[in-house]
């Protein structure tokens, strides 16, 4: 039975079971949470048997090491890390909590740990379902007086019906195969380690339950166990072998990989990952290799998804799923995704992927300047998918997005916060919020966090690049800031300004025609600091310096943002 389903009663436990129930938890390596956040829990547990209010500025100075002069106004980390670690403490509560007598939470908003008991199961929640009931032809038919037949009508009757009705099925039945949709699922992996010498087999074992573990918390992906993989595939679903060999020498720690059509046992694509030991300790190096792996095998633009890509252009599910993620990326055709996404959810209601990202796609274009009802419904399909998939990353970044677009920063973080919690190796996710908190006006949080989706990740996600991007414009870095905005796949109008007043802080001769190209006016420039909400200050800054580019705009100041 799942722990979500457990009463519990809040207990005032003393001081040693207190501390069994928390070491027992910090003991797990299933909590996956950075030393910081346990170091937060155990501060506020002492605090606790101590009988001290904890502020946010004893955790910033205490625990993070903050300067005196923190001001938790302007910077929201202890905020961030709170949101993050409540989140964790949930998540890892609602997978493990049969396996706890005390659970360990934090109040929300306060800075207050609770011990919990766990009471006697309850009855499991059954969710509502709407029936749907076919209608009763027959018994809304009107009584008429039937016919006379003659003998002879009522054999040929027998006879003939039968036969219309066999071959009316039949053809309705062939019409329908073949004009079905095709519905793709996502595609399962079988993942094998092998130590490349004996010395090394328990770290390679090690290496390989950490990486299954970081590949299901992508969720875009079904891993399945070696013995499996010469299960026949029922024809909707593409499966891969990915084998893997950890090597150690030295300093060194090499994970050498391929990727194997299961059907064809065709090599699609291999590669080699190396860490550098020096100054690490064996959990830092593990985790390091498994980020790194999961990143390259199990993200948006990772291996398995581009193959993906390529092979699928046409169906729905998770083809169409994946497509839109990447039309998001590229700010490709959404209209497309949009109604690709639209007819997936009108054959199969509950996809929480398709839910997700059609939120996404909705909000994309306009940002907070979508149109109140645009934004509703996307709150809405976000909500349900997150309800729906309550470990899915990709629904609390769809939650994130709808809040953002109905300009609720707040509840924005918070939802990027569940997003890292249920998936810390996904760089997708620390670029959007990483996004969110930098528009918000929190611009050294939203930095930090657009910086670490950015190492060790393949193809840095286009929210990181966009934040790395302005940050630089703003320290007038401008042959940086141009640079980042050089590295952005496809076009939108932010992106485009910052190219052409990058271009024109620098004095290039290629700034006008950068104007020109991207098509920059004083409108276009109202209406992309509305969608962004970006603060005054930094649009003032851009303003400048499309002017310098030779955009036809008003005198400097003019403009006024809110």
């Known amino acids: 039975m799942s722990a979500g389903v457990h009463d519990r009663r809040e207990q005032d436990l003393d001081c040693e079971q207190a501390r069994s129930a928390l070491d027992r938890l910090l003991a797990d390596p299933r909590l996956r949470v950075p030393e910081r956040q346990k170091s937060i829990l155990l501060y506020l547990v002492e605090r606790h048997f101590e009988h001290e209010s904890v502020k946010a500025y004893a955790i910033a100075i205490d625990v993070l090491g903050r300067p005196s002069n923190f001001d938790p106004g302007t910077d929201p ?9 409540r989140s964790s403490l949930e998540a890892y509560y609602l997978a493990f909590g049969d396996e706890h007598d005390v659970w360990i939470s934090i109040k929300k908003g306060k800075y207050v740990v609770c011990f919990t008991e766990r009471a006697v199961a309850s009855t499991a929640h059954v969710a509502d379902v709407e029936a749907y009931h076919e209608p009763d032809h027959f018994a809304q038919n009107r009584a008429f007086p039937a016919p006379v037949e003659k003998p002879y009508q009522k054999r040929a009757r027998r006879l003939a019906l039968p ?31 092998e130590a490349a010498s004996p010395d090394r087999t328990a770290e390679a074992n090690q290496m390989r339950d950490s990486l299954l573990t970081a590949l299901t918390q992508f969720q875009t992906l079904n891993v399945a166990q070696p013995a499996y993989a010469s299960v026949r595939s029922n024809g909707s679903d593409r499966r891969y072998e990915i084998q893997l060999k950890y090597y150690g020498d030295g300093d060194d720690r090499s994970v050498w990989w391929q990727v194997v059509e299961n059907v064809t046992g065709r090599l699609l694509t291999s590669g080699l990952e190396r860490v550098d030991t020096t100054g690490k300790n064996d959990t830092a190096v593990q985790d390091e290799i498994v980020k790194t792996l999961a990143q390259r095998i199990a993200a948006n633009r990772g291996i398995i998804n581009s193959i993906e890509l390529q092979a699928d252009g046409s169906s729905l599910g998770n083809g169409c799923v994946i497509r839109a993620e ?27 992927d398709a839910s997700a ?52 920063p707040e509840a ?24 969110v908190l930098y528009f918000a006006g929190y611009r050294q949080a939203g930095v930090s966090m657009a910086l670490d989706a950015s190492k060790e990740t393949p193809v840095v996600p286009r929210c990181a690049m966009v934040v790395l991007a302005l940050d630089a414009f703003r320290n007038a870095r401008y042959s940086e800031a141009l640079l980042w905005a050089e ?25 006008k025609a950068s104007v020109d190209n991207a098509g920059v006016s004083g409108s276009m420039f109202r209406m992309t600091m509305d969608a962004t909400g970006l603060q005054s200050d930094l649009a003032s800054m851009l303003e400048r310096g499309l002017i310098k580019a030779g955009a036809d705009f008003e005198p400097v100041g003019s403009i006024r943002i809110d």
């Open 326 to 352: 990447y039309a998001l990326d590229i700010r490709g055709d959404l209209g497309a995704a949009t109604e690709c996404l639209q007819q997936t959810l009108r054959l199969r209601p509950d996809d929480s």
């Open 487 to 511: 590295q952005i796949n496809g076009s939108s109008p932010l992106t485009n300004v910052i190219r052409s007043a990058s271009l024109g802080e620098l004095g290039s001769d290629q700034a």
């Open 412 to 435: 924005a973080i918070e939802a990027g916060n569940r997003a890292i919690s249920l998936n810390p190796n996904n760089p997708d996710a620390a670029a959007a919020l990483g996004g």
């Open 357 to 408: 990202l059609l939120a996404r796609v909705l909000v994309t274009p306009q940002g907070r300047a979508t149109a109140p009802e645009i934004a509703d419904r996307a709150l809405g399909l976000a909500t349900k998918a997150a309800g729906t998939a309550p470990m899915s990353d990709r629904a609390q970044m769809a939650v994130m997005a709808a809040q953002a677009a109905k300009g609720r």
């Open 163 to 193: 036969s219309i009705v066999a071959v009316a099925a039949i053809a309705l039945g062939a019409y329908a195969y073949t004009s079905r949709p095709t519905i793709s699922e996502k595609p399962t992996v079988y993942v094998s380690v």
């Open 77 to 85: 980390i202890v905020r961030i890390e709170m949101s993050r670690l």
